[in-house]
Structures are given as C-alpha cells and as structure tokens.
C-alpha cells in the first residue's frame, strides 16, 4: 500500500516546519498573499542574521548581536576610545573606536538593505495576481516601480 500526497498536502508540511499557518484554501488569494508575505518575512529576518563581512571577518547579526553593536556604538558616539567587541568565531577584544564604527555602519547598512528590500517585496505581494505570487521570492528581481523606489531610498540613505 503506498500513500499519496495531494501536492498541497505536501506544501502544507513544508509550510508547517517552517511555522508558517498553511493557507484554509489554496484558491484564497488573500491566504496565498499572507502565506507569501510570512515566507519573505523569515526569509529577511534569516538574510539579516546571517550577517556581514567587514575587514575580511565575519559578524553575525541575530538580534542579540545588533541589540550589542548598537550598544557599543553609542558607547563610542560618547566617547570611548575603545569597546570590547569579537568577530564570529573569536574571542573579545578591545576595538578601537574607528574600527568599531566601520564595523556598526556595515551591519547597520546590511539590516537597513534587507528591510527595505523586503518592504518592497511586501508592497509587490499586496498587489500581485496568483500567477504573480509564484514568482516572488526573496531575491527576486523587484518589478521596475519598486526597484526605482528603493534605489531612490538607499541612495536617499547614503546620501547620494
């Protein structure tokens, strides 16, 4: 006896290990956009977190990480010559605080990158069709009015 899975069937399970609610009904374009929305969703936060090479050494950005960088660097925004920081797979040091920045301003550029970019994934999810739905995944090229967009707020954010 064999056991044969609905193709839903097994996207419901996919959906599930990932903690994600599968949707009442696959024809449900508002269940199919929020099932969509909550995969790109993870799909940023795992992008962010996985963080940011600066200087040839690697930072992980899980929230414990950022809540710290961004400790640290208002340590040095009042002053401190030097934190007590360390590269993934390091022990702590003292960073003086020229490095440290560099080291802030590049995750906070990371995180800042990737959250835009999946703000404008969402504002595409809302307004895809079905067929579109299928497409979008994170990474994907934006559609043409959401790329603009978002060149214009990064550069807008760097100063350009």
Request: a negative charge.
């Amino acid at each position: 006896m064999s056991v044969r899975f609905r193709g839903d069937s097994l996207r419901n399970v996919r959906l599930k290990e990932r903690g994600i609610t599968p949707p009442a009904s696959w024809d449900n374009l508002a269940e199919l956009r929020r099932v969509k929305h909550d995969i790109i969703a993870q799909d940023c936060t795992a992008a962010i977190y996985a963080g940011v090479d600066v200087e040839g050494k690697h930072y992980s950005l899980q929230a414990h990480d950022q809540t710290e960088i961004m400790t640290q660097l208002s340590a040095v925004r009042e002053g401190a010559q030097a934190v007590p920081y360390h590269a993934d797979g390091e022990v702590c040091r003292m960073y003086p605080a020229q490095e440290f920045a560099a080291v802030a301003a590049a995750a906070q550029a990371h995180i800042l990158y990737h959250r835009t970019y999946c703000n404008h994934m969402f504002a595409w999810i809302r307004r895809a069709t079905r067929k579109q739905l299928e497409g979008i995944f994170y990474g994907a090229e934006l559609p043409q009015d959401l790329k603009d967009s978002m060149a214009a707020l990064m550069g807008d954010a760097a100063g350009e």
